[in-house]
């Protein structure tokens, strides 16, 4: 089964939850910088999308206000972004990177320096596992 993506407004909140960890959504609507406000509600109804997405879970209950804190780490969040933006272009890193290439968002000297660097971390660990 395919992982469940994440609007941007989703991706927002769960940055926030990894800030600050465990969090009402008062305290995640009052976390955003004053020109990304929005109403209370809204949190709401994200955290609770985020919650059915397995992304956040209810850890406790003090009087009316539901804590939640993250249910995955950045990693997997990164993992699921960069799967859904190969899939943008067929699952090919190529055409990814060429497309990087061509809109100068990426250089050769990035991609220069990202080889040595996976070169080196190879050469660390032996040539196991290639």
């Not at 969090?23 to 929005?38: F, G, T, Y």
Request: hydrophobic letters at 40%; glycine letters at 10%.
């Amino acid at each position: 089964m395919r992982a469940k993506r994440f609007s941007k407004a989703e991706t927002r909140i769960l940055v926030q939850f990894w800030r600050l960890g465990t969090s009402s959504v008062r305290e995640i609507l009052d976390s955003l910088p004053e020109d990304e406000r929005v109403a209370y509600t809204t949190v709401q109804t994200l955290v609770y999308r985020l919650e059915h997405k397995g992304a956040l879970r209810r850890v406790k209950k003090i009087g009316n206000a539901q804590l939640f804190e993250a249910a995955i780490d950045q990693g997997e969040l990164r993992r699921r972004v960069v799967s859904d933006l190969l899939d943008l272009f067929g699952g090919s890193p190529r055409m990814l990177v060429s497309n990087l290439l061509e809109s100068g968002t990426i250089t050769l000297r990035d991609l220069k320096a990202l080889q040595a660097a996976t070169a080196a971390r190879k050469g660390g660990r032996g040539r196991g596992g290639q």
